[in-house]
């Protein structure tokens, strides 16, 4: 391992390496090994008082090579995952805390990417004009309910802000689009995080306020310093718009908003037995509104009262042993759980309380999560993985139908079901500049009994030595919120309610095509074209409503799966990466998003905003004595279209403007960020 200073050292047998006597600053990280590519990390931030820990995965060399120079690999939009040869890049946790308008949370710093558009207000994110709801989110390889602040609450899919902290991500990954088949019940993409290792050779510990909170870190090694290699990682975080209110720093005379967040990680390596490791994450959330003093009302949300409470976790223990040769086995039990009970109510003239809404939804997953991937030769590598997951769930909802009516039971059930995976990956170096991963995911919901075979496909050409041309299809899956199969509808004629419980899976088509071309070791620039077609949608008969366009955190509807929907465009991304104080990325996309109702027709969906513009760059300065303290000022412009929606019809009803659901119509909004 090598710095941009000269500064070097060997690893150990298991791959371990301390470099000492580094400067505070930026530097360059190269590691080499015979057999395997280079590879380089640039502008790594090291910052005084803390040790950098860096997880560093490098790939087997595919041909046997005579006496030739080997260029190390730069490319930061290069995946972790080996399988994702298109539709996918490397989340770096420096860019998420550098990056204007990230606000160190990765959904979103992950809208600066191209085909990915945030709604402002909350962190929920729309791929290719998917809804935010279509979106994985992945916690150490396993499938974690919305991991955000007030999620689904703010908007179905999104949230405030994640509960895991920016200090401790690893480099993660991001994937769009046609992912290969370790990723099932996804439609947009997934978000497949990492959790770093503490440093285990040295304490440290940190406290900072921000505006997103108190926040106390810890990290360092189990045991005593020297003699152990395992270590832990703690951060807590409490509101501070709580404590500001406390303090009459600000003015939140009707408001309460109160958040707490807790993460750790446990990494136990062992001479023989592999590494064990204990990780969790998990949120707390209360917020409430109250309703003014009569003299202050001026529209209709201040007759509105509201109250939540919220608590979201996940954890597990993690397993991997190295098997020989080549092989590795990843062996996970994890258990996730989500709570939400909420309130809301109406008042008159004479402060007389009509309640519109009241409920509560507990759910949670045991998780078995099994995967062995082999390196059978330098040119081929299989993946074999099974997903096991047994959830549980009680749920009560009453929903006031229309204005001054009593509420009416949506849904009112508890038990559990199950869902099954079973996949399988194959990466096969074809020849020197050829690739291909070719896969298969199968998945059965207990639920309704349903069987789904998704395959998977992807070629990687390497056009020349600086540029790649790629091209993928996968048939992806994904079920609903378990609350939506169990809403209960009465038909009005004296029939019996009918439920959602024959819902199927939504399903997908997805095909996509990438060129990437590298620029010097500093900059490179994608192009990457892409079709979606969605069918066995969600919708309702007799109206253009469908589940494509949802943004409430429930569904009181009966619903069939005769919907469809299509996305397809272009994304574009031009990058230069940090160097000499400066960088800079322009992402773009034009796109069209489209869904097909219970009758047929089709209309814009509610995420078809046609175009996406980012514009994000910087400027550093290294100053102080060894140049040891960092400025930085850093920029960003967003121009999107805006959501659609529904006009009112003139002439309407209160009654009929609540059931009615016509074609949209555009708007057109913009973001500066800084």
């Known amino acids: 391992m090598v710095d941009e200073v000269g ?17 505070v600053g930026r530097h360059t990280i190269k ?3 015979i057999c395997y590519e280079p590879i380089v ?3 790594q931030l090291l910052s005084a008082g803390k040790e950098m820990v860096l997880d560093l995965k490098m790939r087997e060399c595919a041909n046997e090579l005579g006496e030739i120079v080997v260029k190390p690999r730069v490319n930061k939009q290069q995946p972790l995952n080996a399988m994702a040869q298109t539709g996918a890049r490397m989340f770096s946790i420096e860019e998420a805390a550098r990056y204007a308008g990230g606000m160190a949370d990765p959904a979103r710093t ?3 990417f191209a085909g990915v558009a945030a709604s402002g207000a909350t962190n929920g994110i729309s791929i290719h004009g998917n809804s935010p709801q279509m979106l994985q989110w992945r916690i150490e390889g396993i499938e974690v309910n919305n991991p955000n602040h007030f ?10 802000f994640t509960s895991l902290n920016g200090s401790m991500l690893a480099n993660s990954d991001f994937l769009t689009g046609a992912m290969p088949a370790e990723y099932g019940n996804a439609l947009s993409g997934a978000f497949d995080i990492k959790m770093r290792s503490g440093n285990n050779t040295k304490y440290e510990h940190a406290f900072q306020v921000g505006t997103l909170g108190f926040d106390i870190a810890s990290e360092g090694p189990l045991g005593k310093k020297g003699r152990t290699k395992a270590s832990y990682l703690v951060n807590y975080r409490y509101s501070f718009l709580k404590v500001a209110k406390e303090l009459k720093a600000i003015n939140m005379e009707n408001e309460d908003l109160d958040y707490q967040d807790l993460s750790f990680k446990l990494n136990m390596p062992t001479s023989k037995a592999g590494t064990f490791s204990v990780w969790f994450t998990g949120l707390h959330d209360n917020y409430s509104n109250d309703v003014p003093d009569i003299s202050d009302w001026e529209t209709l949300w201040d007759i509105n009262s509201s109250w939540s409470k919220q608590t979201s976790i996940a954890g597990g223990i993690s397993h991997k042993i190295m098997l020989n040769p080549g092989g590795t086995l990843r062996s996970s039990i994890a258990v996730t759980e989500s709570y939400r009970k909420l309130g809301m109510a109406d008042y008159d003239s004479n402060m007389f309380e009509t309640p519109n809404m009241a409920g509560r939804n507990t759910q949670w997953n045991l998780i078995l999560d099994v995967v062995h991937q082999q390196k059978i030769s330098s040119r081929y590598t299989m993946q074999n993985g099974i997903n096991q997951q047994h959830m549980g769930f009680n749920l009560l ?5 229309t204005v001054a009516k009593p509420l009416e039971r949506v849904y009112d059930s508890n038990g559990s079901t199950g869902l099954t995976r079973l996949y399988s990956s194959h990466k096969l170096q ?28 992807s070629f990687a050409y390497k056009t020349s030595a600086s540029s790649t041309l790629s091209a993928a299809y996968a048939l992806n899956s994904r079920k609903e919120n378990t609350d939506v199969y169990f809403v209960e509808t009465k038909p009005g004629d004296g029939s019996p309610a009918m439920t959602n419980k024959d819902l199927g899976l939504t399903r997908s088509h997805h095909f996509s095509v990438s060129f990437a071309k590298q ?6 620039i994608k192009v990457e074209p892409y079709y979606q077609y969605v069918f066995d949608v969600p919708v309702e008969e007799g109206s253009t409503f469908s589940l494509i366009n949802n943004r409430a955190f429930y569904i009181d509807r009966h619903l069939k799966g005769v919907g469809a929907g299509r996305n397809y465009g272009i994304d574009l991304t031009a990058e230069r990466y940090l160097r000499d104080g400066y960088y800079g990325m322009l992402t773009a996309t034009l796109f069209k998003s489209e869904y097909r109702d219970a009758q047929g027709s089709w209309h814009s969906t509610r995420y078809d905003r046609r175009y996406i513009v980012n514009v994000l760059g910087g400027k550093e300065w290294m100053l102080g004595k060894g140049n040891s303290n960092v400025l930085g000022v850093n920029a960003r412009v967003t121009m999107q279209g805006g959501d659609r929606y529904s006009p009112v019809p003139e002439g309407l009803t209160t009654e009929e403007i609540m059931e009615r659901n016509d074609k949209t119509v555009p708007e057109i909004a913009y973001r500066v960020e800084f």
């Open 7 to 23: 500064i070097g050292c060997s690893s150990d047998i298991d791959g371990n390496f301390v470099i000492t006597h580094v400067p």
């Open 41 to 43: 990390l640039k502008e």
């Open 110 to 112: 992950a809208s600066m």
């Open 151 to 160: 999620g689904e609450i703010t908007e179905a899919g999104g949230g405030i």
């Open 31 to 33: 590691a080499n090994h």
């Open 519 to 524: 620029i010097g070791d500093d900059a490179q």
């Open 397 to 401: 909802l009453d929903v006031c139908p």
């Open 430 to 457: 074809l020849t020197n500049r050829l690739s291909a991963v070719a896969g298969v995911n199968v998945m059965w919901f207990k639920l309704n009994s349903q069987w789904l075979l998704e395959p998977r496909l």
